[in-house]
């Protein structure tokens, strides 16, 4: 006989308390809940704090970086104008001076103003009509050191290569035997069949400026010089007594037809931006011009690096009959009127 299975016997429970009504979540995430409503309200904060407080943390440290470099505020600016605050000056100088109708627009805008009105009549007398086919667009700033910067000298150049002018392009093709040799081109093909003919000659531009009380004035000589390639003329066209002032590069050289003449010197005279538009020039060691020059003379004496100068001279051709090409004077060691004062070469010989 089996025993009859125990009851189960129910055990006392203790009373529980009345709980909230819950809203999704269980009780230990409403205990949160404070805490992440502060955290979203410190979060939104945040920027609103940084807008306020930031820009005076910026005039701190900037006050600070003055007080290191011990600039003053007209020293800062003068620095910003320097580093490209130029720039925009300079564009609607040369924006002005590529549009003028007259000779005394122009001479207005340069730095000798009307004392350049006679030679710009002469030289626009030739190249009005180019001169207002050069976009201001195409200009670029070049940096120059502080040594120039820091005198009001600036730099905007413009360089375009030599090209085809295709519009032209249209020439006789030779005949076979001519073009294999066998025959001599007649003089009508030699004229209408030259590539030479039909290209454009590259152009380089240097538009120099410098500050003046009247605000940029652009340095025209060397503007007119570098466009028009007038030292390049000058020497392609010899004429008895002509004579005519340029900026150059000047160097020592190699003598003109490879042979040293006992006591003179070769000088090479540069274009600063042609460096194959160039003259020689033999000039007599003992000569004034020959002391002044002395210093540029590498060939006989040792050197890291050949010596060059920015000068402004004047170069004449000879009166002969076939005339010889010669320094006239040497006007000023740099650009005259921008950098170079007439005669400063003077002070380095003690005269």
Not at 8 to 35: H, I, M, T, W, Y
Not at 68 to 92: C, H, K, M, V
Not at 331 to 340: D, T, V
Request: proline share 7%; charged share 30%.
């Amino acid at each position: 006989m089996t025993e009859p299975a125990p009851e189960k016997v129910a055990r006392p429970q203790a009373p529980q308390e009345d709980l909230p009504e819950r809203v999704g979540g269980s009780p230990s995430k409403l205990k949160k809940l404070p805490f992440i409503v502060l955290g979203v309200i410190f979060v939104a904060l945040i920027p609103a704090v940084f807008k306020i407080l930031l820009p005076g943390r910026k005039a701190t440290d900037a006050d600070q970086k003055v007080a290191r470099e011990g600039l003053t505020f007209a020293e800062r600016q003068d620095n910003a104008y320097r580093s490209s605050g130029w720039i925009p000056e300079a564009e609607e100088v040369l924006q002005k001076f590529v549009a003028a109708e007259s000779i005394e627009e122009r001479a207005a805008l340069t730095i000798r103003g009307k004392q350049n009105e006679s030679e710009m009549a002469a030289i626009y007398q030739d190249f009005d009509e180019i001169e207002h086919r050069t976009p201001v667009s195409v200009f670029s700033p070049v940096s120059l050191g502080d040594q120039d910067t820091k005198r009001g000298i600036f730099l905007m150049t413009y360089s375009r290569p030599e090209q085809f002018a295709i519009r032209n392009f249209f020439r006789p093709i030779p005949p076979l035997r001519v073009k294999y040799g066998l025959e001599e081109p007649n003089g009508l093909l030699l004229t209408e069949a030259s590539v030479n003919n039909f290209v454009d000659e590259s152009v380089k531009v240097m538009a120099f400026f410098r500050k003046t009380p009247d605000g940029l004035k652009l340095d025209w000589q060397t503007y007119a010089q570098t466009k028009y390639r007038l030292l390049n003329r000058f020497i392609a066209n010899p004429e008895p007594r002509k004579r005519g002032i340029f900026r150059v590069f000047v160097q020592e050289d190699v003598d003109l037809d490879g042979r040293d003449v006992a006591g003179t010197s070769v000088y090479r005279f540069t274009d600063p931006a042609y460096q194959l538009d160039y003259a020689k020039v033999l000039i007599r060691d003992e000569s004034e011009l020959g002391k002044v020059l002395a210093p540029l003379k590498w060939r006989t004496r040792v050197v890291r690096k050949a010596p060059v100068r920015n000068a402004t001279v004047s170069l004449v051709w000879s009166d002969d009959p076939e005339p010889e090409l010669q320094m006239g004077e040497l006007i000023c060691w740099e650009f005259l009127g921008l950098g170079g004062e007439r005669d400063n070469w003077k002070a380095e010989v003690g005269e």
